[in-house]
């Protein structure tokens, strides 16, 4: 059983770089393909970067030049930083993992979920 934690959000300043974390525990870290989704109410969950245990990033097209993701395998934590926040960014994260070789975008890959805080962006 995998969990997840997520942690850094509640608040992002518009243009001002923020990361949020997730930790990992309960599997091999390097077995997992770690993914950041987020969601707004109405909305589908939407892809925005994954990450292997080998460090191959993934992105969406949207986020390519705005955020980097990243992962420290030595800590099971995986990184969200995020270059110029938007107004628009505002939505519940979510880190997921899966350990299959489903596709990393489509969030029914992942089995795994954290609870998902909230962030708001504002100035």
Known sequence: QVQLVE???GWMQPGASHRLSCAVSGRTFRDLIVGWFRQVPGKEREFLAAISGALTPYYSD???DRCT???VN???MVYLQWESPKLEDTAVYYCAAH???LPV???SSYASWGPGPPVTVSS
Request: charged share 20%; proline share 0%; glycine share 12%.
């Open 99 to 101: 350990a299959n070789a």
């Open 105 to 107: 975008r489509r969030a």
């Open 62 to 64: 949207s986020m390519l």
């Open 74 to 76: 030595a800590k099971n």
């Open 7 to 9: 942690s850094g959000g």
């Open 69 to 71: 993701i990243s992962r």
